[in-house]
């Protein structure tokens, strides 16, 4: 009997352009700063409301000075029926 061999075709190894693969890598480094850029704003917002807090009596003695009762009941959601 005769064997039949099978003829494998190797392929070649994929290769990737190296323009193709610093573009990859710019567009995780672009990923990474985008991430850590939010995270810094988000941090920085904790440090400022720290450092300035906001109490309520400054929030209610800015809104006497620039709203009438009215406006300020309405803007709370308070009935003065």
């Known amino acids: 009997?005769?064997?039949?061999?099978?003829?494998v075709k190797k392929r070649k190894p994929r290769?990737?352009?190296?323009e193709k693969q610093v573009a990859a890598i710019d567009r995780k480094i672009a990923k990474?700063?985008?991430d850590a850029e939010k995270k810094?704003?988000?941090l920085q917002a904790?440090?400022?409301?720290?450092?300035?807090?906001?109490?309520?009596?400054?929030?209610v003695e800015e809104a006497?000075?620039?709203?009438?009762?009215?406006?300020?009941?309405e803007k709370l959601g308070i009935s003065l029926d």
């Open 40 to 42: 810094i704003a988000a």
């Open 15 to 18: 290769t990737i352009s190296p």
């Open 32 to 34: 990474i700063q985008a």
């Open 64 to 73: 006497i000075k620039n709203m009438s009762p009215e406006e300020i009941a």
């Open 1 to 7: 009997m005769d064997e039949i061999k099978k003829v």
């Open 46 to 59: 904790e440090k400022d409301a720290l450092l300035k807090p906001i109490r309520a009596k400054q929030v």
